[in-house]
């Protein structure tokens, strides 16, 4: 992993992208816990879209006791791992979107310059994109995990994942991949 001076996300958009146990969520908390010690902890905020563990896959971002960050998150499900079939997966997939549209009305209302984002795809995969970039222009600054691999079968959800996933790696100033 590359260990990046802060002052190279200030003011950017920087998208951490890779397959599943690639490293995402760690470089991430890497990265936010550079900010936590260069003393931005009250200027950012972490919007968690991560569900809970489902086979070893999926993890919210562990923050240090008492630190001033603004955290949200919600109980998001792993659509893929969880649906029983294809319309089921969908049902969860727009579940989890209409549950982070709450988490992005209450950042508004709380905004912070930096914004760290857990495990984008699982909006991605049924929320609406134009909201979601309206969401990520309230920062300057915006560090994004998502992800973008093969691990999960080919399907209309996948495929709509990828797609916003690669509209988002084009309007992010830095994509790195894990």
Known sequence: MKDYNIKHYLNRQTLIAGDVNSGKTTQTTTILEQFLQAGYGEQMAVLDLSPDPVRGIGGKLLLPLGTPVLYLTAHITAPRLMGRDVDHTLELADENARKIEGLF????????????????????QAGNFALFLETLA????????AYYGNTFADSALTQLERKLTDALMEVSDEVICM
């Open 105 to 124: 009305a209450e950042f508004a209302k709380q905004k912070r310059d930096i914004l760290f984002i857990n495990d984008a795809t699982l909006y991605l």
């Open 138 to 145: 309230k920062s300057s600054t915006r560090i994004i995990n």
